[in-house]
């Protein structure tokens, strides 16, 4: 039975409420090998004949060009405090955040800006220190063709690599950004936090239901204040103000101040002593649960100067990338693309990524990372 049979028996059984029976064999002839038990756990729910066609289409639907969609992303270390071990804990963090930033920088990456924030900011149930790399502001609804730079992916690749190698112990993520910032966009924005993160150690205390039940509130636009933060470039909606509640949890610039140099006396020594930071990408294997999406990113890869040096395990569910002994530019951008692939191209499969980095003291580490729906992660 051809493909468009399957989904056409799908479609005729989920409109009898038979869907169990119709679903399983579509995810089997996409190579979800568990499919039962996604439908045990209600992942893809039967009861809904929507939410079944949309992930059929998500499958069968052409990849999408990570440089046409992921306009930037933004870094989250998230890590809980008590008020025993608020400052303490803020300052170790935040000179973690400082060292990561002069990493950055030290490889020619333009940060867009970096923040600290107490509990509360958007998603982020605990404390969030924030680093946004951003190539450009995705006006989507004017200028839908602008695509993003390759050196913006190999940015982004390599603030995953000092991650992998350097969290020492927190919780890292980073997510992209494909939506359109000029208008209210939050179901994409939380479906960025769903579907597209790489985390790198552990997992974040993320409330979703932020972008899909927000805490926001609508201004009158005559107010003066209202019309200060219009000029500022806030959304409007509805001929109102559409005001973020994130903004008061933001720390301090003084409080921040002074955790960085008690991080600095008390820490930095021990912290750099320990950092490693990477010279030469050797090997790259990405392992996918769904070997449709494998067989499409393996093609993908195959697109890019990476053809040469890729292989397709007998399985089809592990792409191997070799790498080189130095960061080669090329290289290293290609493999970004490959992750901003996947951010948006995943098809909500679970997805692992191997780094085998060098680093500067010529010894060998291998990091990983992990990418899955954040709404079934085991928090």
């Not at 995705?138 to 940015?155: A, G």
């Not at 972008?211 to 409007?236: A, C, H, I």
């Not at 530019?329 to 780094?355: A, C, H, I, P, Q």
């Amino acid at each position: 039975m051809s493909d468009e049979d399957l989904i056409r028996l799908a479609e005729e059984k989920l409109k009898e409420n038979k869907t169990s029976e119709a679903f399983v064999p579509v995810l089997q002839r996409v190579q979800l090998t568990n499919a039962s038990s996604f439908l045990d756990k209600n992942t893809y729910p039967d009861s809904n004949p929507t939410k079944v066609k949309d992930y059929i289409d998500h499958i069968y639907r052409p990849s999408l060009d990570p440089q046409n969609k992921v306009w930037g992303c933004h870094f989250h270390f998230d890590y809980k405090v008590t008020d025993t071990d608020k400052d303490s804990k803020n300052e170790v963090v935040i000179g973690l955040q400082s060292l990561f930033l002069d990493y950055l920088r030290s490889v020619d990456v333009k940060i867009t800006r970096a923040d600290c924030f107490n509990s509360g900011y958007g998603p982020h149930f605990d404390n969030n220190l924030e680093v946004r790399l951003e190539a450009f502001i995705r006006e989507i609804s004017k200028r839908p063709n602008e695509k993003t730079s390759r050196k913006n992916f190999s940015d982004l690749l390599l603030g995953i690599l000092w991650g992998q190698i350097n969290h020492f112990g927190h919780s890292l993520s980073v997510h992209p950004l494909t939506h359109d910032e000029y208008n209210e966009d939050l179901q994409t924005e939380g479906n960025e936090h769903d579907y597209g993160p790489v985390f790198v150690n552990g997992y974040p205390n993320w409330n979703l239901n932020f972008f899909y039940e927000p805490q926001m509130r609508l201004v009158d636009p005559n107010d003066k204040q209202t019309q200060l933060w219009v000029s500022l470039g806030l959304p409007v909606r509805d001929g109102k103000v559409l005001i973020d509640t994130r903004i008061p949890t933001q720390m301090e610039d003084k409080y921040v101040t002074e955790a960085l140099q008690n991080f600095e006396r008390n820490h930095k020594e021990d912290f750099l002593n320990k950092i490693r930071i990477p010279t030469a990408l050797k090997l790259v294997a990405i392992y996918n649960t769904n070997v449709t999406t494998t067989r499409r990113l393996f093609e993908y890869v195959s697109s890019l100067d990476l053809h040469k040096n890729s292989t397709l395990d007998d399985d089809n569910s592990t792409v191997v990338i070799q790498g080189d002994r130095i960061l080669n530019k090329t290289f290293v951008e290609d493999v970004g693309l490959v992750v901003g692939w996947l951010m948006v191209n995943r098809n909500r499969s679970e997805t692992y990524l191997s780094f085998e980095v060098e680093e500067e003291k010529a010894k060998t580490v291998v990091g990983y990372s992990k990418m899955w729906d954040f709404s079934n992660n085991p928090y």
